[in-house]
């Protein structure tokens, strides 16, 4: 089966560093994904994983476990605007399918 | 470069009707993806389309299908609406689909669908 577990909702505040975890069972696993979602707008990419490790990009950095099926999203200086919802995606090796987890809501409070 | 576009943006149909709603993916990309999100159950993999094919499918109804045109346009149609059937309709579009590789998937702002 498959299955891909985040936090429903965390808050943290502006400056602060905040990790949302991302645990996954899948059949098979082709990269995972993170997606920004603002509250009424479409999931903007945010990273890719395929290999174990980190990958940063200015505040946001990715991290994947294939072994440990678990990836985190990193945010550091929060700001304002990153309070929105976290969509991790995992695809599944044997089909090829983008599966998404429900999100995580971030709140950053000043 | 426009993104992509999705039409309506909103609708509001009624028990037993039937809708279609389409998508122009960004220009030169081939593959589309359908989605629906709700609140309890997040984004939900509808079926993505790639040369005018279905290349794969979620696991939702018959009454749910959908078709890709030769310019890369798509539709989809929820036929015999339900209630449960209200949701945020996404469509995302990507350069290439080849199986196995990464690709990065460009979501269009959704229909949303009411069913009363």
């Known amino acids: 089966g498959q299955n891909i577990d985040q936090p429903t909702e965390m808050t943290a505040t502006e400056g602060a560093i905040v990790q949302i975890n991302c645990t996954y069972q899948?059949?098979?696993?082709?990269?995972l994904f993170w997606y920004q979602q603002h509250a009424g707008e479409a999931p903007t990419f945010l990273s890719y994983?395929?290999?174990?490790g980190l990958e940063e990009k200015g505040r946001f950095s990715s991290f994947l476990s294939r072994s440990k099926g678990y990836s985190y999203l990193l945010l550091k200086e929060l700001q304002m605007k990153d309070s929105a919802s976290y969509l991790c995606?995992?695809?599944?090796?044997?089909?090829?399918?983008?599966?998404f987890g429900t999100g995580t809501r971030l709140q950053v409070f000043p | 470069k426009a993104g992509v576009t999705q039409t309506p943006r909103y609708l509001i149909k009624t028990r037993g009707q039937q809708v279609t709603l389409s998508c122009s993916p960004i220009s030169g990309h081939r593959s589309v993806s359908w989605y629906q999100q709700t609140p309890g159950q997040g984004l939900q993999f509808l079926f993505e389309y790639f040369s005018e094919t279905q290349r794969n499918k979620g696991n939702f109804p018959g009454r749910f299908s959908g078709r890709q045109f030769s310019n890369s346009r798509s539709e989809m149609n929820v036929s015999t609406l339900e209630l449960g059937d209200s949701a945020l309709y996404l469509c995302a579009s990507s350069l290439v689909a080849r199986r196995g590789g990464y690709y990065e998937q460009y979501f269009g702002p959704g229909t949303r669908l009411t069913v009363t």
């Open positions: 899948t059949s098979g696993f082709n990269g």
């Open positions: 995606a995992v695809r599944e090796g044997d089909t090829d399918k983008l599966i």
């Open positions: 994983n395929v290999l174990d």
